[in-house]
């Protein structure tokens, strides 16, 4: 039964969504996916800075304002052209089993959405003691008070599966700038194949924001006649302030940036100091609060106040136990293949063809092989 709930979360997540593309594009954002990197790190950061000096409350009602006015000015301007709206309407009908579901996420409780509840309800936007996630990057946290304040937590999960729109639409662009001509579609399909995407995209969580901008990195250093730089040093910030674990996929396109463009490392030290600019706000508030900028992971290199040894031990020893400490790379990348619970042939034939577009004889080797 489609209730009144349901049209609300389903309109919430369109307006987020158009919002924050529109707010991007007004930033001077020129590809769909800088656009939804630099609406989203302005809409972070102004929702964070006003919920620190203010409160949460005045974060999400400020941010729901930017939200809204963006998202009236996107539907002015697009009200005579259907496609956009055909596209995005599409998209989150596809997406509106799985986002209108009950969370199931353990994250998505305690951080995801925990979180921003949390800060709502207490009226503090400070870190919680012994409440190691609220220590962690916040771009999407920050983001989801909107949703959360109106009382529509599911549209959180909304905003992510479109963060998988964005992504999918953005893989595509970037292989045919880069020459897979007919073959682009595969980048996409590639994406979709793997069940676990779905899955997670359909839940309240950030990774497919951390997906959307290391794709718009990708898409910002293969730019010709010469790297967007600015929006390389955004994407990468938006990624490293959204998790910590991007820092894997973010070192791959920095040691790209250094492969293929030696003689632009002032240009890449610039897009640098803007990725740590923009993803500033949690390490220089845990620095303050606690003397470590990455609290509390690495105490025994920079301690922080409120840890201790026996705190610490006991966070190693959950870490260990459940990624099973180094020995998980290679048992990991086995499990990532090996039916019936790893992606099967996916991995493979993702591979393969990986190996014949970077091989291929007769193509620009620099767009090819980025």
Same mark, same amino acid.
């Given at each position: ?128 003691p012994h409440h190691v996630f609220s220590h962690f990057p916040l ?35 970037l292989a045919q700038r880069l020459g897979a001509g007919r073959w ?49 040093g955004l994407a990468c910030g938006l990624a490293a302030a959204t ?19 030696? !003689?632009? +490392?002032?240009?890449? @030290?610039?897009? $640098? /100091?803007? #990725? ?5 706000? %949690?390490?220089? *508030? ?57 992606? !099967?042939? +996916?991995?493979?034939? @993702?591979?393969? $063809? /990986?190996? #014949? ?5 007769? %193509?620009?080797? *620099?767009?090819?092989?980025?």
């Amino acid at each position: 039964m489609i209730t009144l709930h349901t049209i609300g979360v389903l309109a919430a997540t369109a307006a987020l969504a158009s919002g924050i593309a529109e707010l991007g594009r007004r930033l001077g954002g020129e590809s769909p996916a800088a656009r939804w990197v630099r609406g989203w790190t302005v809409l972070w950061w102004l929702m964070a800075v006003a919920a620190q000096l203010a409160s949460p409350a005045v974060a999400a009602v400020a941010g729901s304002l930017v939200v809204l006015v963006a998202f009236a000015a996107w539907g002015y301007r697009e009200r005579h052209v259907a496609r956009p709206w055909l596209l995005g309407g599409a998209a989150l009908l596809a997406g509106a089993p799985l986002i209108l579901c009950p969370p199931v996420f353990y994250d998505a409780l305690v951080y995801h959405l925990g979180l921003p509840w949390s800060w709502l309800v207490n009226g503090s936007f400070d870190p919680v003691p012994h409440h190691v996630f609220s220590h962690f990057p916040l771009a999407g946290q920050a983001v989801f008070l909107i949703p959360v304040g109106w009382g529509l937590p599911e549209a959180a999960a909304g905003l992510h599966w479109m963060c998988l729109g964005a992504t999918l639409a953005a893989s595509l662009r970037l292989a045919q700038r880069l020459g897979a001509g007919r073959w682009s579609i595969l980048a996409p399909l590639l994406l979709v194949g793997c069940w676990h995407l779905l899955w997670i995209a359909g839940q309240p969580a950030v990774d497919l924001l951390v997906s959307l901008a290391v794709v718009a990195a990708i898409e910002a250093l293969s730019a010709d006649p010469e790297p967007r730089w600015l929006d390389l040093g955004l994407a990468c910030g938006l990624a490293a302030a959204t998790k910590y674990p991007a820092a894997v996929p973010l070192a791959g396109v920095v040691l790209a940036a250094l492969l293929f463009f030696p !003689g632009r +490392w002032r240009r890449l @030290a610039g897009a $640098l /100091a803007v #990725a740590v600019a923009a993803a500033s706000f %949690v390490p220089v *508030r845990n620095l303050i609060t606690t003397g470590n900028p990455v609290y509390p992971l690495l105490w025994p290199l920079f301690g922080g106040s409120g840890w201790t040894a026996r705190d610490n031990a006991r966070w190693a020893s959950l870490v260990h136990e459940g990624v099973d400490g180094l020995a998980s790379l290679p048992s990991g990348l086995l499990r990532l293949v090996r039916p019936p619970d790893g992606l !099967g042939w +996916w991995v493979p034939v @993702a591979a393969v $063809l /990986a190996l #014949a577009a970077v091989l291929q004889p007769g %193509v620009a080797a *620099r767009g090819r092989r980025l």
